[in-house]
């Protein structure tokens, strides 16, 4: 059956239900609407054949015969333009279950192994506690101190840096507070953080707040024992400092600048300790602690600013008389030039170099008579002073030179008054 449709110019075409007996599993053809291209022309000459093979259960088939080649064929949608059938889902990509369940296995094994490993990893730190202390400073074990009350003292580390003894922070914070409060006159006197006032029990060690540390020690806390560590040995080498007889009475202070230094954190290295100890030989006191009356600063804290170059520490070390008789006001301080000398920081190579020869002449094992090494200190002392040589003591200097026999010395000493020059010029 046919029919025209005048206003779109289209035909719809209505495809009979099979007469074949046997039903087929598809579903019926849905109408078809031919539509002429570019909306002109009509439909002539078309024939349906219902003619079917029931035995190969094939529907008939439609044959149109147009004289115009230009028809569309559009399906139309059931009931009327209704919502026609849905098209299938697109099959699924079949999924390789065994990659999953092989990695899920994995990674099982492995949560397995390290918790396994965790609870079988022994803890170094306590294998070396010999003693857990409760809050009544009682033997104790270590489930009965909570972890969050678990501390140590950095003070009483064994000498490789071990942890012997773990507190109850409780213990020590009543320790801390007995300790900072004067029965005498009934006041509070409140220590500072790095004061090592208090003192372990066990040990004898003084300690401070900022040596009671968290067990077990964090990876920062492991830090500072090393630092600590190597404070403790840079500590040992100024023990072993050896000071002048003059300096009995201020011994104390002098391994005190130094010990300062060293748990500040400026002194770091053992290097630094013997070059602070040759300054302190060869200069004095005096200029390691408080340096020129001009305002230079004190040799401590010029070594510490990397003011002391490689050849300042070499002319100490080559010519420590020398630098004795030029620098230390205990042998300078009856001398006129004794307080207006040029910083020994700021001589120069080449002036340390020239004084160093001197060396020879008034060390301990020089030949030269005491008068004559008095005289060779004096000529040397002209070189580092910062006021001006009068031509009257210029040529005073000049003539006793001219008197010594020993020709080398002579004409080493008679430069003394350019080298003056030179070694004022650089420092100012």
């Known amino acids: 059956m046919t029919s025209a449709n005048n206003n779109n110019n289209s035909v719809v075409i209505e495809t009979p239900n099979s007469a074949s007996p046997r039903e087929s599993p598809r579903q019926p053809l849905s109408p078809v609407r031919l539509f002429p291209q570019n909306g002109r022309g009509l439909i002539r000459n078309f024939r349906y054949n219902s003619n079917s093979n029931s035995n190969n259960g094939h529907r008939g088939r439609m044959s149109i015969t147009a004289s115009a080649s230009n028809l569309v064929a559009r399906r139309l949608n059931f009931n009327n333009n209704g919502p026609g059938p849905s098209s299938p889902p697109r099959r699924p990509r079949e999924i390789n279950a065994s990659i999953y369940e092989k990695m899920l296995k994995n990674l099982e094994n492995k949560n397995k192994n390290k918790n396994k490993n965790k609870n079988n990893k022994p803890n170094n730190e ?28 950095l003070t009483d580390l064994t000498k490789n840096g071990k942890i012997q003894h773990v507190w109850d922070r409780r213990f020590l914070n009543g320790l801390i507070e007995s300790a900072e409060t004067l029965q005498v006159s009934r006041r509070r006197e409140v220590r500072e953080n790095n004061d090592r006032y208090f003192t372990s029990p066990l040990t004898r060690e003084k300690f401070s707040k900022n040596d009671i540390k968290a067990y077990p020690p964090t990876n920062n806390t492991k830090k500072r024992i090393k630092q600590f560590m190597n404070t403790r040995i840079l500590e040992a080498e100024v023990n072993k400092m050896n000071v002048k007889n003059r300096d009995k009475n201020i011994k104390s202070d002098i391994l005190n600048l130094l010990k300062g230094g060293v748990r500040l954190g400026t002194i770091t290295t053992k290097k630094q300790i013997q070059d602070l100890i040759l300054i302190y030989k060869t200069t004095g006191s005096a200029m390691l602690f408080s340096g020129h009356k001009r305002g230079d600063g004190s040799y401590y804290k010029a070594y510490l600013d990397g003011k002391f170059k490689e050849h300042h520490m070499k002319f100490m070390k080559n010519a420590p008389t020398v630098v004795s008789g030029l620098y230390d006001i205990y042998i300078t301080i009856n001398v006129r030039m004794g307080n207006k000398t040029i910083p020994l920081h700021k001589l120069s190579s080449a002036t340390t170099t020239y004084l160093s020869k001197f060396e020879k002449y008034v060390g301990s094992g020089s030949n030269v008579a005491l008068n004559i090494e008095r005289f060779i200190i004096h000529t040397l002392r002209k070189i580092v002073f910062t006021g001006d040589i009068s031509t009257r003591m210029q040529n005073n200097t000049m003539k006793e030179i001219t008197m010594l026999k020993n020709k080398n010395l002579r004409n080493q000493l008679s430069e003394y008054y350019n080298w003056h020059e030179l070694a004022k010029n650089a420092e100012s």
């Open 126 to 153: 306590n294998k070396n506690v010999t003693a857990w202390l409760n809050n009544n400073m009682s033997g104790t074990e270590k489930n009965k101190i909570p972890k969050n009350k678990r501390v140590f003292l």
